[in-house]
């Protein structure tokens, strides 16, 4: 893609500007940080546009409050405050979906995936959001939790013009397979592997 010019533009009956304005599934997946933070610099760009954003947590506890959730509760305020940007709301889908675990079976936190899932695709019928960031939504795929045929075919075919972003590892072929846009994040070098861990301003 030199210079941001498609290499092949396809015959498909459509012009250059329907082309360019179709929604986009996009997947970030892989073994590599930066997965998250990747989407939430796309919905800053969306926002900047005076999109609507929904941002839908699956795997984080509702009991931890990360940089990009306080910055994006700001931007929201900013636009109800002044009209700039967009609207937002920002959701952790259900308490006790951390990795640690601590709460409920795993029945309990498949029935909660179900839920935000069911949610989700409700929002995306009305077309409620114009840029929806569905953060580490592959796992409950990846474990069984949700149906992936039904999941890929209902973000194919949802209506409008609606752009939605998945992070997560191990994305299934299916969703990868229904994705506009695919990247997958590999680690080269990180400093865990000198003993370093997470910091502040880095990883939250």
Known sequence: MPKGKPEVVPDDGLTTRQRRNRPLLAVHTGTMKGKSTAAFGMA???WNQ????????FVKSAK??????????????LHASTG???PVEWHKM???WSWSRKKGTEEDHAASAREGWAEIRRRLAEQ??????????TYPLHWGWLDVAEVAAALRERPGRQHVVIT??????????AADLVTEMTKVKH????GQKGQRGIEW
């Open 44 to 46: 800053l760009r969306a």
């Open 50 to 57: 005076g999109w609507s954003i929904g941002v839908f947590q």
């Open 64 to 77: 931890w409050r990360i940089g990009e959730q306080a910055a994006f509760q700001a931007l929201g305020e």
């Open 84 to 86: 700039q940007g967009g």
């Open 94 to 96: 259900g308490e006790g």
């Open 128 to 137: 409620a959001h114009d840029f929806y960031v569905l953060d580490e939504f």
């Open 168 to 177: 997560g590892r191990n994305a299934p072929a299916e969703l990868l397979d």
């Open 191 to 194: 400093p865990m592997d000198t």
